[in-house]
């Protein structure tokens, strides 16, 4: 039978905590006896308090974040000089040029072709699937993640944005920036000038007409312009 505490007499309480990062105990219960020398386990519950997230983290999640961070500046810089490594390079290296987008990108797959001078603020928020051509002048804004699919055939100067800006002025002043990822399925040809914004997919088999400014989802298999 559980008895308050008030009637006990001449008890010892021996406490035994697991660690020493406790903020709060709930359903503490004991049985006292008089006379009796007893040990008490609290039946605890533990909050860990959580390390806050980096920026690169809110980014990636599609939060409001600081580009500025310097964590994220020198992602941006390696990123820079891989793709200015990759652009200084002659048609004929490209065992060369295979090794650096490798290390650019998240994910590449085999057999992919994509002609200089190509720039991106990451890379290693990009995946290629196979067989992917990319012409002139491709840049990708890649603060979250773009996912390109198989056999994907993209025309010169498109531009891939998975970057944005608050529309609310004080906010976008404060410099706080966000994204949303893209994602491109297979066999979708995109023709030049296209600009492909936040947020958007492009369904298997899809065609984007030459100079398009795509704003919201693309279904599969059709052509848009």
Known sequence: MLKPIVE?????????????????????????E?????????NTTFYKRRAPMTEKE?????????ASDKDLTEERNTARSLAAEYNSTAPTELE????????LFKKCGRNIYIEPPFYCDYGSNITLG?????NFDCIILDVCNVTIGNNVFIAPRV????AAHPIDADIRNSLLEFGNPVNIGNSVWIGGN????????????????????????????????
Do not use: Q, W
Request: charged share 20%.
């Open 8 to 32: 006990a007499e001449n008890v010892c309480f021996n406490y035994h905590s697991l660690d020493g990062e406790t903020e709060a105990l709930k359903d503490i219960s004991f049985s006292v």
């Open 34 to 42: 008089k006379g009796e020398f007893i040990s008490i386990v609290f």
């Open 58 to 66: 809110k980014m990636l999640l599609g939060m409001y974040y600081k």
């Open 96 to 103: 060369r040029r295979e090794d650096i987008l490798k290390k």
């Open 130 to 134: 196979d067989n992917v051509y990319i």
């Open 159 to 162: 531009s891939i944005f998975a």
């Open 194 to 225: 296209t600009v492909i914004n936040p947020g958007v997919s492009i369904g298997d088999g899809s065609i984007i007409g030459s100079g398009s400014v795509v704003t919201k989802d693309i279904p599969p298999n059709v052509i848009a312009c």
